[in-house]
């Protein structure tokens, strides 16, 4: 039985930072962007954009994605009620958000080291890690918020993590070994990079004994990203914490604490793996981590996305902005990754307007693919966006969020009562199963949409559709904003206590009985479907529960981006309106919404 110690709580806490960045002044976001009826379009943009019948195969219905029965259910007594039932001609207006900020609880928070926990519920397992794919969403919210300084040390935490003479020599296995890294990398000869870390007593990134399915290539190529995205935004000289030599000097950095990184970044040396193992073309268990599949879209797609954020960066700076042994190589493996990731997206992510975008062969409809809408576009055109949006609408939409994929057990429906599900696993074949509803991706969606309609008003089209969309996704991120506080009792059977408070048991074998709590204003993870719970008002059976990894930091990092990217787009909104007295809302094109 392996004990785990208990972990302090974070010292650094970026939330109350970035939810006051979020409501201050955006004049300065907002950037030659035309307001008046003469700068408006009448017709849509040529490019990038699909026509009417092409639209005709998005399965959108603006009552379907908001009001039925069990969603007037689930928003009732719900603080927010009065918003997120707000009739489609009708906007949250930007006073509404900066309220919104003041009711929310935003407690993303890391240690002096960079480590961030996926939770900071105690009653969660999650308190004790860090995962590589959370981290990475966070950060990308600190910086869209502005929150520079503590984006920086996240990046520096992660970096550090990889560059660990253990982390470090595994990456370079692959890199040595090229003619057999492929199939090396899908049966794990050398073992995966990993991409959980323990966090230690003094709140550090550290290797964990601990068996985990470490083979994401979603998470790595995430990591990537969001550093060179970080670089490139501070790159910006218009940016107002310009820093042209952070990515210089954070390698100088890795360098002082492991010389080998002297000799190859950790950056470029895991760009390297990733090519010699044929990312595009080989297996990982993606954000799941439970099922292997062979080339899965959103891995691919991140990893593709990384790869651009990275070129774009070392082409400005002459490819030295970074330690690399042989620059010529880099170059033909970084653009060999781009070229054959391209095409494997063109194999998942359709543009013929009909097909639905496909995750993998064994899971067709995941709502991993939402990924690559926002924060990880790789570079997809509309027709491939909305192939997504076809299989997100048509598959995974549910009433208190959006499931991941088929065939889901984890915090399904009643699973704190299968006492055979190690605390976290459901019985699929309960009567009236429900697998679970995650919060996640309504705010990304929302992001997306919110973004679209400003990018077209920038080119000078009121993309109304857009907004309404990015506002039916602001809503359903609202109503999954835990509306009470709840309760409720966990029993299983216990195998493996290491994920857990310490235990002192003389068996390995026991029933475990653990009170979960969850606070109001929270953003969970997920919620589960109780089909005991009885209520005692209206004798209605059954309802939706927040699981208990909530608050999920990485769910506040992505109403933090919504915050932001609504923000922008109602202020536009607001101004539009002002100026043209006219309320774009007020007639809803049918081919989109009936």
Known sequence: MLILHEVPPPKVHVGNAIAASLAGPFAKRIKNIPLTPEAIAAKPPSTNYVTPKERLFLPIHGQRLTVDDDFSYFVASHPFKNLITKPDTEYITTSELTEILRKVKFELACYDTGAMPASTNPSSSYSKFAWTRDMANKT??????????????????????????????????YVANKSSAK?????????????????????????????????????????????????NTLSDNSHQNHDQDFLKNLDHHLSTVNGDNSNESIFSLTFSMLHNIECWDNYDVGPWEDVYAHKRASSVGI????????????QVNNWNNIRISDTERFKHELQNLMHHSGLAIEDRIPRDG?????????FKSDAALTFLLYPYN????????????????????????????????????????????????????????????????????ACFFFKKFATNLKNGFMDSESFKLGQVHLKRSLSQVTKNSDV??????????????????????????????VSQFSCPEAYWYDNHFIDPNTHRKGKWRPNENSPLLWTEANFALMIKEAMIATHLMEEYIKTTDKNPLDTVPAHILN
Not at 192 to 204: C, D, F, K, Y
Not at 398 to 425: E, F, H, L, S
């Open 140 to 173: 990308m919210s600190m910086i869209e918020a502005g929150c520079i300084n503590e984006a920086k040390r996240i990046v520096y935490g992660m970096a550090s993590f990889y560059n660990l003479p253990e982390n470090r020599e595994l990456i370079k296995k």
């Open 183 to 231: 199939i090396a990398y899908r049966l794990g000869h050398y073992g995966h990079v990993p991409i959980r870390a323990q966090i230690s007593s003094n709140g550090e990134m550290v290797n964990s004994n601990h068996p985990w399915a470490h083979n994401q290539l979603d998470a790595i190529g995430a990591w990537l990203y969001v550093t060179f995205y970080l670089a």
């Open 303 to 314: 990893c593709l996305a990384a790869a651009k954020q990275a070129k774009q960066h070392l």
């Open 354 to 362: 009909i097909r639905n975008a496909v995750e993998c062969d064994e």
């Open 378 to 445: 790789p570079g997809l055109d509309y027709s491939q966006e909305l192939a997504i949006l076809r299989t997100i609408y048509g598959h995974r939409l549910g009433t208190a969020g959006i499931t991941r994929r088929d065939k889901d057990i984890y915090v399904g429906a009643d699973y704190p009562y299968n006492i055979d599900g190690q605390g976290i696993y459901a019985n699929e074949y309960v009567q009236d199963y429900k697998a679970a509803q995650w919060a996640i991706f309504d705010p990304l969606l």
């Open 488 to 517: 409720y009792l966990k029993r299983y059977y216990l195998k493996d206590p290491i994920d857990y408070k310490q235990l002192e048991r003389e068996s390995h074998e026991c029933i475990y009985e653990e009170l979960v709590k």
